[in-house]
């Protein structure tokens, strides 16, 4: 069973930098799992921050981006903001037409 | 413009059935995957399963395979998530999504999501 890992939580000062990362319970996350990367406020619908490791879905400011960091994908937040404090969850693609989600990191900003 | 509309909150026994929709407008509906996501109270996001609409075909999570049953009805641009004896344990926000799966560019990913249906099944 494969499981997509992220931190529980993390927080990070207004104007701060944070980097939160999504990794796998066996083996490392590269592009070949095409990470994407979704934003939730409580009682909102997910929204797309970033797809196939680092393109920003439309509209999605530019403060936000994904990478891959050592063994896992990173989505990174410059500048933080008040409105960024949500629930964030990466997805894996693990091919043949199956994705798997991470347990979500909560951000607080503060 | 791309919409999901999803339908209203269920309130429901454990053992009935029940099946909840989402109707996209704005695209060519059998063109895209669309797929379903669970969120169970205070919990994290799970992935249910996807379906082609131009063709019906249908992929499961594993752990959702057999337990509940994806469909769509192009005629209506709409997909479905049906039960056949729901339990306590379905409680949650169902929510859809209009996916990107394309191996040729090499995209693949959640890119619209509807508003979500809360269903809760209680005795």
């Known amino acids: 069973q494969t499981v997509v890992t992220q931190e529980p939580s993390f927080s990070v000062s207004p104007g701060g930098t944070v980097t939160l990362t999504c990794g796998l319970s066996s083996g490392s996350v590269s592009t070949a799992y095409h990470p994407s990367w979704y934003q939730q406020t409580p009682g909102q619908a997910p929204r797309t921050l970033i797809y196939?490791?680092?393109s920003r879905s439309s509209g999605v400011p530019a403060r936000f981006s994904g990478s891959i960091l050592g063994n896992k994908a990173a989505l990174t937040i410059t500048g933080a903001q008040a409105d960024d404090e949500s629930d964030y969850y990466c997805v894996l693609y693990m091919g043949s037409g199956i994705w798997v989600f991470g347990g979500g990191t909560k951000l607080t900003v503060l | 413009e791309v919409h999901l509309v999803q339908s209203g909150a269920e309130v429901k026994k454990p053992g009935e059935s029940l099946r909840i929709s989402c109707k996209g407008s704005g695209y060519t509906f059998t063109n895209y995957w669309i797929g379903w996501v669970r969120q169970v109270p205070g919990k994290g996001l799970e992935w249910m399963g996807i379906i082609y609409p131009g063709q019906s075909d249908i992929t499961y999570s594993p752990s959702f395979q057999g337990l509940v049953t994806i469909s769509a009805d192009k005629s209506i641009n709409t997909a479905y998530l049906q039960w056949s004896s729901l339990k306590a344990s379905d409680t949650a926000i169902y929510y859809c999504?209009?996916?990107?799966?394309?191996?040729?560019?090499?995209?693949?990913?959640?890119?619209?999501w509807g508003q979500g249906t809360q269903v809760t099944v209680s005795s």
């Open positions: 196939s490791t680092n």
């Open positions: 999504a209009r996916h990107v799966r394309d191996d040729f560019s090499l995209n693949y990913y959640f890119q619209y």
